[in-house]
């Protein structure tokens, strides 16, 4: 879905699909984009593959999610390729959340009992505001790294900005305020924040943790005393917890999706979020 044919132009390769979205919208025909990671996986746990050394190899740019989200399987994929252009402090290696205004932020990194947002919550891909940041970013360094093309990706960073102003006014209709919900992962912090929405508690005990059944157990008490009535969660995590919660308490399931591509209609970053709100509507 975002191969390029052409040859002769600038090779990107992302690790996320919505990354990858991004790079579309911005450099479209003119670059030649891998997108590496799969939206049947869940982004926490990729293991590196060899087919993602070989691409990684021949970018000329490299671009990521960061905030450790990536710890996994990126550093060794980066010193595997030994690509001088993507290593750490070169011009072709961009850490996604540079331009990113970042929530959640612990006062310590405390990657204690596994926790995997040790720098704050990285899935910042669900805030419009921080969206347009990172594409105008993108625009520069692709800008930098191909001056050539620079006038035709800034021409489609202003088409993209004000498709982003219009989306944004319909968005604001959709608005959960006093809505409560619990959430499998903390996921949709960023569009909670922008919308409105409350999540009272996680079906993880930490990020990237499975429940025990003391947990459940406890989670289940506090949604019948607040009278919380609802748990979103995605594909990528276990149905069994989720259903015996909504057994116990009578909680409808809303199921959205992660990334880009996770759904058949998920084409692109804009039916990602489209998806979501009326989801959650
Ligand atoms: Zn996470």
């Given at each position: 879905m975002f191969m390029g044919t052409a040859f002769g132009e600038l090779r990107v390769v992302v690790t996320l699909p919505w990354i990858g979205s991004l790079v579309n919208e911005i450099g479209k025909y003119r670059v030649h984009l891998d997108v590496i990671v799969k939206a049947t996986q869940d982004p926490h746990f990729v293991e590196a593959k060899p087919s993602m050394i070989l691409a990684v190899r021949k970018a000329d740019v490299l671009m990521y999610n960061g905030l450790d989200l990536e710890i996994g399987y990126l550093p060794v994929l980066i010193e595997s390729s030994?690509?001088?252009?993507?290593?750490?402090?070169?011009?072709?290696?961009?850490?996604?959340?540079?331009?990113v205004k970042v929530i959640d932020h612990p006062d310590k990194v405390d990657r204690s009992m596994g926790d995997v947002h040790p720098f704050g919550?990285?899935?910042?891909?669900?805030s419009p505001k921080n969206i347009e940041r990172v594409a105008a970013g993108i625009t520069e360094v692709l800008s930098r790294l191909d001056t050539g093309n620079a006038d035709f990706f800034r021409k489609n960073m202003a088409v993209f900005s004000s498709k982003l102003h219009g989306k944004e006014s319909a968005w604001k209709a959709k608005h959960f305020h006093g809505k409560k919900v619990i959430a499998y992962h903390k996921l949709f912090e960023y569009l909670a924040a922008d919308f409105g929405?409350?999540?009272?508690?996680?079906?993880?005990?930490?990020?990237?943790i499975p429940p025990s059944v003391a947990y459940i157990g406890r989670l289940i008490e506090k949604m019948k005393e607040e009278r919380i009535h609802t748990v979103i969660t995605t594909s990528?995590?276990?149905r069994k917890e989720v259903d015996f919660i909504a057994d116990k308490t009578g909680a409808r399931v809303i199921v959205l999706p992660h990334d880009v591509g996770s759904m058949p209609e998920i084409v692109d970053w804009f039916t990602l979020m489209d998806t979501v709100l009326t989801r959650l509507q």
């Open positions: 030994r690509n001088q252009k993507i290593q750490s402090g070169m011009a072709g290696n961009v850490d996604c959340s540079r331009y919550n990285p899935h910042y891909h669900f929405l409350t999540i009272s508690g996680y079906v993880e005990p930490k990020p990237g990528l995590y276990p």
